[in-house]
């Protein structure tokens, strides 16, 4: 199976690059500088689960691409997605396999709409990973899950295909038939504790010490009529679970979201929250912590802008 990993950032390059560890083949999308730097440098992973070190990596950058690939993995930032699809459309032939791994659904619309439904599979990974000045893909924690699957549901021959694939790479695959329902509460809880952290500026627990544990369980409250106005309410396992993260004590759990901000940089503020507060009901309720969370951001990004003319 020949397989297209847009970017080699912290996600894709540690997927890709486990890929890449199972002598897959594995060929990166990139950009000129990101290149040159795997060139010099090599892709580096450094990981509780075992470093993985690989020397010049297959690349390939947008206008060289003109062959088709079975399966595209695609990680990209979600205000990146349009400028990604262009760059990897001569990738996309009649029979190859699109495995998003972005939060929220708004970029199943854009993938489906450009490539059509058959194309677009389901998927979202769990997993903490950033990249270092250097271009070294630093794994955080323990975990890192990829879950994939058919929108319908449906276990077909392509999807065991790319099980088989990862089967002998050094991470954790799974097919699954629920995968929307994985999408929606993966997507429920980090809106959450992204919303959260990012309006209180704050770890869980700090939230916690300051008396705001219900301002956050309201938070999840409301995504979670969402999910349920949506159609595909969230199971009381994983409810169980978001709020136990969300309220726990001590807590130094921020979301990823909140980083950028501290760094002053770009959010995906409108696809994790703003696209899951415009699909609800309660979008004009000056009493929404959802809203809340929202404008926040959006005045925070309103503000950069205005910074950076």
Request: charged share 25%.
């Amino acid at each position: 199976m020949k397989i297209l990993v847009i970017g080699a950032g912290a996600i894709g390059g540690y997927f890709g690059g486990r890929l890449l560890e199972a002598k897959r083949d594995v060929v990166f999308l990139v950009r000129p500088r990101r290149a040159g730097q795997l060139a010099k440098t090599g892709l580096a992973i450094k990981s509780p689960r075992g470093d993985v070190n690989i020397p010049n990596p297959p690349t390939v950058q947008a206008d060289a691409l003109h062959q088709h690939f079975d399966l595209i993995l695609l990680s990209c930032k979600a205000y990146d997605l349009d400028d990604a699809i262009e760059s990897f459309a001569p990738a996309v032939g009649p029979k190859t396999m699109i495995l998003p791994l972005l939060n929220g659904m708004r970029h199943l619309d854009s993938l489906e709409q450009r490539f059509g439904a058959k194309a677009v599979l389901g998927g979202q990974c769990v997993i903490s990973s950033t990249m270092d000045p250097d271009g070294q893909i630093i794994h955080l924690g323990d975990f890192h899950t990829l879950t994939f699957g058919e929108r319908d549901g449906a276990r077909t021959e392509r999807t065991r295909a790319i099980e088989e694939e990862f089967s002998r790479a050094h991470f954790d695959a799974e097919l699954v038939e629920d995968i929307l329902q994985e999408m929606w509460e993966k997507w429920i809880f980090i809106a959450s504790l992204a919303g959260i952290t990012c309006l209180m500026r704050a770890a869980v627990g700090d939230i916690v010490t300051a008396g705001g544990a219900d301002l956050a369980i309201a938070l999840l409250d409301e995504c979670t009529t969402i999910a349920s106005e949506q159609g595909i309410p969230p199971r009381a396992a994983a409810l169980q679970r978001s709020r136990a993260m969300l309220t726990a004590a001590g807590a130094p759990l921020t979301a990823s979201m909140l980083r950028d901000v501290e760094g002053s940089a770009r959010t995906e503020f409108e696809h994790v929250l703003g696209d899951l507060m415009r699909r609800g009901r309660t979008k004009e309720t000056t009493a929404s912590v959802l809203r809340m969370a929202y404008v926040h951001l959006a005045a925070y990004e309103a503000r950069q802008r205005r910074l950076t003319k």
